[in-house]
């Protein structure tokens, strides 16, 4: 009977379990490739779902949660799971089946998110993994024995073999519909007293099953503040939380203390019948982890293997990256050569090739950084070395509001800001988090390196400040102007970057106390697999959510820089009288403090999408052919040349040339950015304020700059 | 107390830190003993060296964190040993129920150390 029903709707089973606890290799191993990624609607917690046969000839949809340490919430993640799991989260419907995965190794913390996914009632079934590390370890674990004293079916499941799959399956199939028994755990009186009143409050009020109410009531009890309680439920419920800790308090009973540590106790007897281990357990699961975290968390050589790691990765996505981008680059050219070719000249053509085919040139060309970073994020995070490099780090990222984790999504940004704020998603904090990807964007990517080598190229004199003498008359240059000049460029995006994260740290988001807490899993052998799943979501999530608007973007900046369109006037005189070129002259008066003229205004106008765009713009208001290496030195030739007819004065100074490369070290001219930044943040608020910010840095930047310099008398 | 060889300095600082000595600006956030300046001190889990180990006593205070400490296994009478701190003030690194935590000092500051008797 079960199994005709589970052929017309399928099995629902959530996985749920620990972080670092072997679930996405189950989860994995489970679907194979057959899975889907998603957003719960309103929040950025990440929904996966994959599909498996059961042996007994039915579907099931697997509904991976994020890795939870226990059902409070106490982060987006951890709130979505949980109303998951108790079905009170809106068009989801609650899972038939839940599948705990419990980590062998680390049995007693496990079994704490174990005790509380009993609570609910709900059927369930215990995958149990890293068996094998606890018999390296020369330890028993007894799976028969787990299983009589937590109640459920328990199942040994090697993921990485697929052993144990099918078994595990066909237990999760047969548990479907079995409530299980009372719970093990017992709670000290008076908690119980207030527990239960609480209880029947929140059945009553809320209309929610008796399990259900009573995971809740523990949740209130437990938590402090209001805000942070489930906002789903009554208010009176809270109000009588308040009212019941109150009067515990006045008993000496702290509630929360309370009931974690009768779970712990329940778990304490558990593991006592279920884990043997020799006599040597204190240092037992440390001594192979202990000998590596000897180097690599040492105080010295831990920051030198750091940036050792640190430097692979930044190469990667910095050099390496290159090539395929280049040829992703010339592919859509081509593509668009052709299309040139085969289709009548007009707007339909200059639209495709120029609007639409610009547009997903400039998307997909992330592509190879964005899976470059992610696959090394990915064996970062499986093997257990993020955590250690955190750990490194903290005290320096902390200062500023920023957490260790910080570290590597601000490296990448150096090459792009893209991957870096998607790669944000390590950091647990969600403070820390926020202000990262806040200003990521203000480390100098390489899509200013065009404007930086163009203006460096054409106003800074290549004068030598440092050189040593070599051996046959010759001279190895040291630093020379245009060097320090861009790296002075650089270093100015990264004190903006630490700056910036401070002052919100310190104002826009002090009320959120930051967390740190985390877990140094042990040293593992991560998996290819997970790390090439984990590259083609990331890639095909950046694609379908960024690329939509990207597109869009470029189509409507196209159509501003053609239209209204001037046929009778010579092509190089036409962007001017386009939308772009009539607000290039109008923002005029709002950038001549920055020592800019309208043609800038143009550039600026139409690099809002790209900062890249801003060369080739200047090369159309120039008027110079687009064949690369001649194209800019000819452009540099009518940089230089170019004299304001009013004035009688060069347009391009050196100042205005450093005000200019200032003004894009800060401002936020990049719309892939900012899609990225709204599909993480969910929602245009934070693009929009980071936008904000930033333009009014860069604009005071380059104002700064500007003035300064012409009181110097440089200008 | 510039002149003090290293060992002395050694052996001051463990005293202070076995006996509670009020020494002007230290400890202050400490509630102060009855008994005079001399006391078996309180100690937090901020202040184990590498290699020692504690019995957690309680987590003092409100703050946030407490919950989600209390949560991953730090209740009160759980062994815990310290693994290693990090430079320059930052985290530690203890083992707590079989696994590795790591945590900031201003966190670890408000596990209380003693035996509960």
Not at chain 1, 189 to 215: D, Y
Not at chain 1, 668 to 681: D, H, K, P
Not at chain 2, 47 to 65: H, S, V, Y
Request: proline fraction near 6%; aromatic fraction near 8%.
């Amino acid at each position: 009977m079960q199994e005709d029903s589970n052929e017309t709707r399928g099995l629902t089973i959530a996985l749920v379990g620990n972080p670092n606890c072997g679930k996405t290799t189950l989860f994995n191993a489970l679907t194979g490739l057959r899975q889907k990624v998603g957003n719960y609607p309103g929040v950025t917690v990440e929904k996966k779902i994959g599909r498996a046969n059961l042996p007994g000839g039915g579907q099931a949809h697997l509904l991976d949660l994020p890795g939870l340490y226990s059902l409070t919430p106490h982060s987006p993640d951890e709130l979505i799971a949980r109303e998951v799991l108790l079905g009170v989260l809106p068009g989801e419907p609650q899972p038939q089946v839940i599948l705990n995965i419990v980590d062998a190794s680390n049995l007693e913390r496990n079994l704490y998110l174990t005790s509380q996914l009993l609570d609910t009632g709900m059927p369930m079934v215990i995958a149990l993994t890293m068996v094998d590390s606890v018999e390296k370890e020369e330890g028993i674990i007894d799976a028969a024995a787990l299983e009589t004293a937590v109640g459920v079916p328990v199942r040994v499941v090697v993921a990485t073999k697929k052993q144990g799959l099918a078994e595990l399956l066909a237990a999760v199939e047969s548990a479907d519909g079995q409530e299980v028994r009372k719970r093990g755990w017992t709670l000290s009186p008076a908690v119980a007293t207030e527990t239960l009143k609480l209880q029947q409050l929140v059945q009553r009020e809320g209309s929610m099953k008796p399990r259900v109410a009573f995971t809740e009531a523990l949740t209130l009890l437990m938590q402090e503040g209001e805000n942070s309680a489930a906002p789903y439920l009554p208010v009176a419920a809270r109000h009588a939380a308040q009212e019941a800790r109150e009067r515990l308090a006045e008993q000496g009973v702290d509630p929360a203390s309370d009931i974690i540590e009768a779970r712990y106790a329940w778990i304490a007897d558990v593991c006592e019948g279920v884990l043997h281990h020799p006599v040597e357990r204190r240092r037992g699961p440390f001594m192979t982890n202990d000998r590596v975290d000897r180097v690599v968390m040492h105080p010295f050589w831990g920051y030198v293997l750091f940036f050792v790691v640190m430097a692979v990765v930044f190469q990667s996505i910095f050099s390496w990256a290159k090539f395929p981008m280049e040829w992703l680059q010339h592919g859509v050219e081509l593509f668009a050569t052709g299309l040139t070719k085969i289709m009548p000249a007009g707007d339909l053509r200059d639209l495709i090739t120029a609007g639409v085919l610009g547009g997903v040139g400039s998307t997909i060309v992330f592509l190879p950084q964005i899976l470059l970073l992610f696959f090394f994020v990915s064996l970062l995070e499986d093997t257990g070395y993020m955590a250690r490099a955190a750990f490194l780090m903290d005290r320096l990222m902390s200062r500023v509001g920023l957490h260790g984790k910080s570290f590597i999504p601000l490296l990448s940004s150096f090459a792009c800001a893209i991957p870096g704020i998607m790669a944000t998603r390590t950091i647990g904090d969600r403070k820390a988090r926020l202000i990262t990807i806040l200003v990521a964007p203000l480390m100098s990517c390489s899509a200013r390196l065009p404007v930086y080598t163009l203006m460096i190229g054409a106003f800074v004199p290549g004068r030598r400040l440092l050189a040593v003498p070599l051996p046959g008359g010759h001279e190895l240059t040291l630093l020379s102007l245009p060097g320090v000049t861009m790296l002075a460029m650089y270093f100015l995006g990264m004190v903006a970057a630490f700056g910036i994260a401070w002052l919100f740290h310190r104002t826009l988001l002090k009320g959120i106390p930051p967390t740190f807490l985390m877990e140094l899993p042990p040293y593992r052998v991560p998996s290819l697999k997970a790390a090439a799943i984990q590259m083609v979501e990331r890639a095909w999530l950046f694609l379908k959510r960024a690329g939509t608007v990207i597109l869009a973007v470029s189509v409507v900046l196209w159509a501003l820089s053609t239209y209204p369109k001037r046929n009778d006037l010579p092509e190089k005189d036409r962007i001017q009288h386009s939308f772009v070129g009539i607000a290039g002259h109008a923002i005029e008066p709002a950038i001549s403090p920055l020592g800019f003229d309208w043609k800038m205004g143009i550039g600026i106008i139409s690099s809002f999408a790209a900062r890249e765009v801003f060369v080739t713009a200047m090369g159309t208001v120039y008027n110079v052919g687009e064949s690369k290496e001649s194209g800019n030195v000819n452009l540099i030739e009518k940089l230089r040349a170019d004299v304001d007819p009013r004035t009688g004065r060069h347009v391009f100074t050196p100042l205005v040339a450093v005000s200019l490369m200032v003004y894009y070290v800060l401002a936020m001219q990049c719309m892939s950015t900012l899609a990225v930044v709204r599909r993480e943040t969910n929602g245009w608020k934070w693009p929009a304020f980071q936008f904000g910010y930033m333009f009014v840095l860069a604009w005071a930047g380059s104002f700064v700059t500007y003035q300064a310099g012409r009181l110097l008398g440089w200008g | 107390m510039a002149a003090r060889g290293k060992r002395d300095q050694n052996l001051w600082r463990n005293i202070k830190q076995t006996y509670d000595i009020e020494t002007a600006g230290s400890m202050s956030d400490r509630p102060s003993s009855p008994h005079g300046a001399l006391r078996r001190k309180a100690l937090s889990l901020a202040d184990l060296k590498p290699g020692e180990c504690g019995t957690i006593l309680r987590l003092q205070g409100n703050f946030c964190g407490r919950l989600r400490l209390l949560e991953m296994g730090l209740t009160p009478g759980t062994h815990l040993r310290m693994i290693r701190v990090a430079a320059f003030g930052g985290p530690i690194d203890i083992e707590v129920r079989g696994y590795q935590l790591s945590l900031r000092r201003d966190e670890a500051a408000a596990v209380w150390l003693g035996d509960n008797e």
